[in-house]
């Protein structure tokens, strides 16, 4: 339904703590299908834009639209059931429930068996409902290969496959925007491969608009579509990967190198 | 859930279906058959003492399971859970002598009524978590206790109110033989309802608010109505085991629904297991048994002669009451999961003997 336009419209989104301003002005949008990533040194501000955009946190000014639709005042769950999926930078799995569980929890804004007909199990539907979720999950378990670790408990997982349950999770919402807040982070390189073909199959064969935050710039350049560069909450750069490389100012708020090109914010780095 | 199988070589699933089973194998399902069977037939067997023991058990096991969905699922807390139990048993009596509607109709509508109310004293959980909320809670035991003292049209005040015996197909239950067999169909039913609504969508939603709520938030889970939806389940269940001790006593009066009490639920969902439904059970029968086993213990100290003399058996008396909270403290530190994982253990165990893994 949603074939013209851009699928996320960030428009003049700042966001102010007290006195920080942790975002300026931040405007950007995702086209259907892209695979979108942002990078930026620390406290750039990337999280805070992808709180802005999953719900977490609510601009100070400017909005964010999804699909056409001013998502700015929506709580997180509302833009759930729309269709925006995600992950977090620190592990925020549902450590005691079992790795099927937390997977079964993305099915929840399409499942609708309630507290009335849920106890009823065997008479009311649910168990029938639940099974065909199951049959979901279980491909999405096939697809991410942790089928072995289906029943463990998630809080009893190394590090590596958390992040790829968490994954699990978030896709099992079948969101049509996927954030994805630094997938790869503490990896192994074989585990940095494994996720980064994730993430391209889901873009490509699962048809899910990514929005992904990596400090990788190997794989950031290797797999994104385009690229934003944030620095001390502002837009510095927007582009495809190579022309992002070959920015100055993003060299700068990197590498903090001498140009001879003057700019007023030589003391970044 | 452990994180292993507790699975007999073997027994392979080839349907979803056979993985969604309550029991793990057909062994432990036809174990639970024949347990339920053998407890059907106490009342046969065993003396009338036993028979009320497992009536009082039953009772407060499913108010304390209701405790345990709001505070082992949800991962809120609550300190006025016997108010609520107490509004239910004056609920259904109020029903049913109001309205004529039959006891084992206003049993559950009782529980909907308290779970109205619960609903209202759970509203600050929408804001506040933690020790917080127990405050908040400790509000509802109070107020209410008062409103129990205060609104005579409903409690009958400082009389108590009448509550009529359960009637069948015009048969009443006057007896405790009777009355075990309904206890059991409400206890049976109530914990199948109960392990239904923890593996479907709404039970999932609960553990997850627990867990981790600003992930379960992005998961799609509204938190506010999860948060009020636990309160309110909780008071359901904690209604239907009121309305069914106001029912068996005949008698309800304010008297009994003090916040030792809700501490007591406590006890009994910490004791068995935070977060497991037959946990909630096995907790309910250690608690409802301990009296009972240290006050045979004391009776029979007093065949010797020593312990005749009334300094003694006064004395006794208090050492009984001590030896139940050492019971609970020492419970506490060796096993601070709860009775369901001592079970899991001792599971584990035979399963994998001799062998430790």
């Given amino acids: 339904m949603t074939s013209q336009g851009p699928i996320l419209q960030i428009s003049d989104v700042s966001l102010v703590f007290g006195g920080v301003r942790a975002l300026s002005d931040v405007s950007f949008s995702v086209q259907p299908g892209e695979l979108f990533s942002i990078i930026g040194p620390n406290g750039a501000g990337k999280t805070s834009m992808l709180n802005c955009v999953s719900g977490r946190y609510t601009p100070t000014s400017g909005t964010v639209s999804f699909k056409g639709q001013d998502v700015t005042g929506l709580k997180p769950n509302?833009?759930?059931?729309?269709g925006i999926g995600r992950t977090f930078q620190n592990l925020a799995l549902f450590g005691h429930m079992n790795v099927l569980d937390n997977i079964m929890v993305g099915r929840h804004h399409l499942l609708k068996n309630n507290v009335f007909n849920g106890p009823l199990?065997?008479?009311?539907?649910?168990?029938?409902?639940?099974?065909?979720?199951?049959?979901?999950?279980?491909?999405?378990?096939?697809?991410?290969?942790?089928?072995?670790?289906?029943?463990?408990?998630?809080?009893?997982?190394?590090?590596?496959?958390?992040k790829r349950v968490e994954l699990?999770?978030?896709?099992?919402?079948?969101?049509?925007?996927?954030?994805?807040?630094?997938?790869?982070a503490g990896m192994n390189l074989e585990e940095k491969e494994d996720m980064a073909r994730f993430i391209i199959d889901l873009n490509e064969e699962w048809g899910m608009t990514v929005v992904m935050i990596e400090h990788d710039m190997g794989v950031v350049m290797d797999i994104s579509n385009r690229v934003m560069v944030l620095d001390f909450g502002r837009k510095i750069a927007e582009g495809l990967p190579d022309e992002v490389m070959a920015n100055k100012h993003v060299k700068k708020a990197y590498l903090g190198e001498e140009d001879d090109d003057t700019d007023d914010d030589e003391q970044v780095a | 859930m452990a994180g292993f199988s507790m699975r007999p070589c073997g027994d392979f699933r080839t349907t979803y279906r056979q993985d969604t089973r309550i029991f793990d194998t057909t062994v432990v399902r036809n174990a639970a058959v024949l347990g339920v069977i053998a407890v059907a037939l106490i009342p046969f067997v065993l003396d009338g003492y036993y028979v009320n023991l497992f009536i009082q058990i039953s009772y407060f096991a499913i108010a304390a399971l209701g405790l345990n969905i709001l505070v082992g699922f949800t991962g809120q807390i609550s300190l006025g859970h016997a108010a609520f139990f107490g509004f239910g048993a004056f609920a259904s009596a109020w029903i049913n002598n109001t309205t004529g509607i039959p006891v084992l109709l206003s049993i559950p509508l009782a529980g909907l009524m308290t779970a109205a109310v619960g609903l209202l004293f759970g509203l600050p959980a929408a804001r506040i978590k933690g020790l917080y909320l127990a405050i908040a809670t400790?509000?509802?035991?109070?107020?209410?206790?008062?409103?129990?003292?205060r609104a005579e049209w409903f409690t009958g005040g400082s009389y108590g109110a009448a509550a009529n015996p359960i009637n069948v197909f015009g048969y009443e239950i006057y007896d405790d033989f009777s009355f075990f067999y309904v206890c059991l169909f409400f206890l049976v039913v109530m914990y199948l309802l109960g392990t239904n609504l923890m593996r479907t969508r709404d039970g999932r939603a609960f553990v997850a608010v627990r867990d981790h709520y600003l992930s379960a938030e992005i998961m799609g889970i509204n938190l506010t109505k999860y948060r009020l939806m636990s309160f309110a389940v909780s008071s359901f269940y904690a209604g239907v085991g009121g309305a069914m001790y106001g029912h068996y006593l005949g008698f309800v009066s304010a008297e009994g629904f003090t916040i030792l009490l809700s501490i007591q639920f406590l006890g009994m969902i910490i004791i068995g297991g935070l977060g497991s439904v037959k946990g909630t059970l096995m907790g309910t029968v250690f608690m409802v048994l301990l009296p009972e086993v240290m006050e045979s213990g004391v009776s029979a100290l007093s065949v010797f002669d020593?312990?005749?003399?009334?300094?003694?058996?006064?004395?006794?008396?208090?050492?009984?009451?001590?030896?139940?909270?050492?019971?609970i403290i020492l419970f506490l530190i060796f096993e601070p999961d709860g009775l369901a994982h001592r079970w899991q253990q001792i599971r584990a165990y035979w399963k994998l003997y001799p062998f430790s893994y």
């Fill in chain 1, 78 to 82: 509302d833009r759930a059931e729309l």
């Fill in chain 1, 168 to 184: 699990a999770r978030a896709v099992a919402l079948r969101p049509d925007l996927i954030l994805l807040d630094e997938p790869m």
């Fill in chain 1, 121 to 162: 199990y065997w008479f009311g539907g649910a168990q029938k409902e639940e099974l065909e979720h199951r049959r979901f999950c279980e491909d999405v378990i096939d697809f991410l290969e942790i089928s072995h670790i289906r029943k463990a408990t998630a809080g009893t997982l190394s590090y590596g496959l958390r």
């Fill in chain 2, 306 to 327: 020593w312990a005749s003399s009334t300094d003694v058996t006064d004395g006794l008396a208090y050492i009984k009451e001590m030896a139940i909270g050492l019971a």
């Fill in chain 2, 138 to 149: 400790l509000a509802a035991q109070f107020i209410l206790e008062d409103f129990f003292a």
